[in-house]
């Protein structure tokens, strides 16, 4: 026997009960930690100028609050939590049933994003180099909305799986690390919903 | 039929070819190759920034003189500064973590091995474009090549009305890129930290290197994510006339230097919290003692952790913050001398009645320790505000950042390649090159930053091309100089040590130095899959328990 070998089988057996956390939750509450830490620097900057905008348009004149399409956002958090817990149980009709209710929400949301940038870009002159407010502004939604289009793809990902028919109960823990992701993309909204439309107008 | 079963293994045994094995390393995902690629890239980086710095250091030597242009110089001390954090020091850091924490928590490979190849690459690519910027900056505006802002890039220096061309968008676009790759890197150590240790391997016995590169780890993801989103904000400003730091439509240019140092002063702990991993290991084992004061150490380290997050404005008393703001950071940036105080003892407390074994690793940690503790009190000499205010973006700050930077971590990095060497390569280095790498590098770095303090001290400030003679500055600056020939001496024995070892040098054995960590379990170097059968463990030194069962660790912890 060689030294490798002696040393190995002086090892004591394995513990069979030894769990670790799911490496896949863990990377996503890291990947989360490190977005937060990239949002909390945009919201510091939105909210170091409220008010210091020097020229027009101020939002307190273009900015209305997307309350309907901010509802859409939130409740696509439910549906989600719904979807993991019915694929959890092994209901894979109604997985795919409430996973499609996210997107169309999720979807329905960036559309609200659409026609408010249109309104402003075409109606009211504003754009991301006509002042600070528009820098900061549409940075910051901008940020948000880029992450709500990047959950949306993964979500439609997986969405094409379910309808081939390649997403079941063992998918589960996967699916349920997506949603955190989905999860947090809503959380922020909170926060940016929170900075743009209440305090600075 | 026979002869052809012959022939096979004869031609099996050649080595494949260079396209083959090139074509192996490029696409490997398996983290000692990918630790090993970062290291030699960040070694290639060290040469290119020393050469940097040596030409710095010509232009200098005398007053009035005229090696370089001072536009050269300003681009030297950028690319230096810029070089030596993001792709010498980071990539060093990375590839000691690569290689060693899946080895040491006992584990096959990382949690993710094509995020963790995916990572290397964006760095690598990320300082391949900051030099690009040498051919492709200039574009059509004849304005420049290389990133000549400073490493921190202050506003409005970074507009576009003060930096023509396309320097500052390659050195914008480098450290965003190089960023992605960091932060997926932490990701990375710290799910591999959480989630691949071995069956026993508790929290509370996890290596000290494994406790401290979880701390690294942590840090990089709220840490490097704001100089990340400060970039993408500069790059909006630079590409689509946004206003953050344009002063002239009520921008400002104090949040960028709020920004940066939100990254740039924790980063120095990111750096240098691998270095003290490093000593944690060296320390213990060429005292042949155990750790003194484990739990401590753990604790200091996250409270280092913590208190380096609010410290970032004793880089900015000169702007003029309130009173408020420049106590709270007095006070932060003093208390964070204590848990770094706390290491100190803990380690001479290891060593203390020890058999100290001077092997080149331990001579590194021993340079480390005193010169680490010089550091951290010039850092309390600059943290009080007022010592600030005379002394700031003088050669006193240079020499000072230097200690911690070269005199701390770059001596722990270098005992860490001298310790592991024989593992990573399987062959053991020549001790006399590496007493001679040592006493060089050691000599060259007091001459060099001992003696810069003092024309910082005598208001030589930093970032000038030249000086007029008279002002007291000649003499220092000459000694300074004389110390980069024998600091750029030091290195080359140490590349000829490594290159000359990997070839001629002895066959080192699993475990040369009577070590208790589980890297040293395995052969040198590891096989692909680490470990035959998963090792269990039940004690912080796995192999003491294995080569002691009649007085194990694990009976006393």
Redesign the interface.
């Known amino acids: 026997m060689n ?3 002696i ?2 089988a ?6 069979p009960n ?1 769990v ?4 896949g939750r ?2 996503m509450f ?2 989360i ?6 949002f ?3 919201v510091v ?1 939105y909210l ?2 409220v008010g ?3 020229v027009g348009p101020q939002p307190k004149d273009v900015l209305d609050a997307p309350i309907f399409y901010s509802i859409c956002l939130l409740s696509s958090s439910l549906t989600i939590h719904q979807a993991v817990k019915a694929l959890r149980t092994g209901r894979s009709r109604n997985f795919g049933a409430w996973w499609l209710a996210t997107i169309v929400l999720g979807a329905t949301f960036m559309f609200g994003t659409f026609t408010e940038w249109h309104r402003l870009i075409y109606r009211d002159g504003l754009t ?2 006509t ?2 407010f528009g ?2 502004y549409y ?1 910051l939604v901008g ?1 948000h909305g880029f992450h709500v289009v990047v959950g949306l793809l993964c979500l439609v990902t997986v969405m094409t799986f379910t309808l081939l028919g390649k997403v079941s109960q063992e998918h589960a823990d996967r699916v349920d690390v997506l949603s955190l992701y989905w999860h947090f993309v809503d959380t922020v909204w909170v926060a940016v919903f929170t900075v743009v439309y209440i305090l600075g107008r | 039929m026979s002869t052809d079963a012959i022939a096979w293994p004869s031609s099996e045994s050649l080595s494949p070819p260079f396209v083959d094995r090139l074509h192996e390393w490029i696409t490997t995902v398996d983290h000692k190759r990918l630790g090993i690629m970062y290291i030699v890239y960040a070694l290639i980086f060290l040469v290119i920034g020393g050469i940097e710095a040596t030409v710095m250091r010509i232009q200098l030597i005398r007053p009035l003189n005229d090696f370089v242009s001072p536009q050269v110089f300003n681009r030297m001390f950028t690319m230096h500064g810029t070089t030596m954090i993001f792709f010498v020091a980071m990539p060093l850091v990375f590839g000691f973590a690569n290689y060693l924490l899946p080895l040491m928590l006992g584990a096959r490979d990382m ?2 091995p094509r995020l963790n190849a995916f990572s290397f690459w964006l760095t690598a690519f990320g300082g391949l474009l900051l030099y690009f910027s040498v051919l492709g900056a200039n574009g059509l505006y004849g304005a420049g090549n290389a990133p000549d802002v400073g490493w921190f890039a202050y506003a409005p220096l970074t507009s576009l009305a003060f930096s023509t061309g396309h320097s500052t968008d390659f050195w914008t676009l480098s450290l965003l890129v190089s960023g992605f790759g960091s ?1 997926g890197t ?3 150590i ?3 930290i ?4 071995c ?2 391997m508790t929290l509370g016995k996890m290596p000290l290197f494994a406790w401290l590169n979880l701390v690294m ?2 840090m990089v ?6 100089l ?3 970039q ?2 500069l790059m ?2 630079r590409y ?5 730091f344009d002063t002239q ?4 240019a104090v ?1 960028w230097m709020h ?1 940066f140092w ?1 990254f740039g002063h924790p980063e120095v702990y990111i750096l240098v919290i691998p270095a003290f991993a490093v000593i944690s290991e060296v320390v213990p084992v060429f005292s042949r003692k155990t750790m003194f004061g484990y739990p401590v150490m753990v604790g200091a380290t996250v409270a280092i952790g913590f208190l380096s997050m609010s410290v970032w404005a004793h880089h900015m008393f000169t702007v003029g913050m309130s009173q408020m703001g420049n106590t709270f950071f007095v006070i932060t940036t003093m208390a964070i001398s204590v848990p770094t105080g706390i290491k100190i003892f803990n380690w001479l407390a290891t060593m203390w009645g020890g058999k100290i074994i001077f092997k080149t690793p331990m001579l590194f940690a021993i340079g480390f320790l005193f010169q680490f503790l010089i550091a951290g009190l010039t850092g309390i000499m600059l943290a009080a505000a007022p010592w600030d205010w005379q002394l700031t973006a003088s050669y006193f700050v240079v020499a000072h950042f230097h200690y911690v930077i070269v005199g701390a971590i770059i001596f722990a990095l270098f005992g860490a390649f001298y310790y592991w060497y024989p593992k990573m390569s399987g062959k053991m280095y020549n001790e006399t090159l590496g007493q001679w790498h040592f006493w060089l590098f050691l000599i060259g770095f007091h001459l060099t930053f001992d003696f810069m303090h003092i024309p910082g001290l005598l208001g030589m400030p930093r970032r000038i091309y030249t000086y007029e003679p008279g002002r007291g500055w000649e003499g220092w600056n000459l000694i300074v100089t004389i110390g980069v020939v024998f600091q750029a001496l030091g290195v080359l024995v140490f590349i000829y040590n490594l290159l000359w070892s990997y070839f001629r040098g002895e066959a080192a054995g ?1 475990d040369p130095w009577d070590a208790w960590t589980l890297e040293w ?3 040198s170097p590891p096989p692909a899959y680490n470990f ?5 463990v ?1 004690s912080r030194r796995p192999l003491w328990d ?1 080569k002691h ?1 009649e007085d194990p660790d694990w009976k006393y912890e």
Request: hydrophobic fraction near 50%.
């Open positions: 030294a490798t070998a040393v190995a002086q090892m004591p057996v394995p513990d030894w670790l956390p799911s490496r863990v990377a890291c990947l930690a490190a977005e937060s830490a990239i909390t620097i945009f900057a170091f100028y210091k905008n020097p991301i180099s002042n600070l820098t900061t940075s940020l | 949690a993710f932060i932490g990701v990375n710290v799910a591999t959480i989630s691949m240790r069956p026993g780890g942590a993801l709220v840490v490097v994510s704001p990340t989103a400060a993408i904000m909006i400003d689509l006339g946004g206003h953050f439509a009520g921008g400002s949040i920004f939100i699993n379990s395995t052969s035959a059968t998963m090792p269990t039940r294995l069962p």
